[in-house]
């Protein structure tokens, strides 16, 4: 696949900026709670866990360090230095982190602040992969 070439390139930078914030955050929260499994450090509770097979939050950290910290990471230089895979990736990124946060709703009930914002952030990621530049031909 080729990249469009566009004179303007700010939804590509847009896209790869937000990609890093994203694992930025991932390798933060994952970290944390590999650090604190409790949950306790970044103040969830642990009866969040109590419908769950798991008993701490070491799992959701490895996931969290790996599949939103480091994965967004490489995606995002993969889209700088405009490998084939990169758009496809970036758009199942954006996915996976709508349903990570579906799934987080559809168990505990009515969305925190946090899980909006990430969202959002996850169709962002979706919607700006299909504007102009972005999109390989």
């Not at 390139?9 to 990609?19: A, C």
């Not at 709703?105 to 530049?133: K, N, R």
């Amino acid at each position: 696949m080729k990249f469009q070439k566009s004179a303007n390139p700010i939804f590509k930078y847009i896209l790869i900026f937000i990609l890093i914030l994203l694992g930025l955050g991932g390798l933060a929260g994952g970290g944390i709670m590999l650090m604190d499994p409790s949950g306790a450090m970044i103040g969830l509770p642990s009866d969040m866990l109590k419908e769950l097979p798991i008993l701490n939050f070491i799992l959701p950290g490895f996931f969290l360090v790996g599949v939103m910290g480091i994965a967004p990471l490489m995606i995002a230089f993969a889209l700088w230095k405009r490998l084939s895979w990169a758009w496809s990736m970036a758009v199942g990124q954006g996915v996976v982190l709508v349903l990570w946060i579906c799934l987080q709703i559809l168990l505990w009930g009515a969305p925190a602040g946090i899980q909006i914002l990430y969202l959002v952030w996850g169709f962002a990621i979706v919607a700006v992969c299909f504007l102009p530049g972005v999109k390989p031909k």
